[in-house]
């Protein structure tokens, strides 16, 4: 297997959640032990560069804690409000579908950690500035943020640039 038979594992259900959303369903890739190792290994890039690995719930723990488990690096992870238990800090978001936040522990990251964050999708890109925020205020170095999809026709990457002009972000496929 390539890693583009790895990648056609991954189908599109139509209106899921929400009417007019075409879901990414990497359930399919998760599956396959060979796809899901290839993947793996791409998003990791160059573990050298970094020593933990931001996980995004829900869909981004899973691919986060392979690729920390496989890099041998920490896993830190960014969760949905009221669910650590531990002193937080948070930052909301709007969503393709609906608005949320996320949340840290506030001493999760220390301040000079070489971390990657990481998600399943990048969409509108408001989570994942959310969780650049968060990082930020932490003390984090942000090595890159780094996808396994881009849905380009929702300049999710555009908007984390006009940010962020300096952060690497890198997707394993586009459409
Ligand atoms: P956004 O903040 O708009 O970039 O949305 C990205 C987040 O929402 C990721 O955590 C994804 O898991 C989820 N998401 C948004 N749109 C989709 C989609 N079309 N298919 C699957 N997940 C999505």
Known sequence: MQLDDALSLIREIPDFPLPGILFKDITPLLGDAQALSLVTNSLIGDPSAFTHIVGIEARGFILASAMAARAEKGFIPLRKPGKLPHATISKSYGLEYGSDALE??????????????????????????????????????IVEVVVLFEINALQGRQRILEKYPNISVRAVVTD
């Open 104 to 141: 840290a522990h506030i001493d999760s990251i220390a301040p000079g950690c070489k971390i990657i964050i990481v998600d399943d999708v990048l969409a509108t890109g408001g989570t994942l500035i959310a969780a650049i925020e968060i990082a930020h205020d932490l003390g984090a170095e």
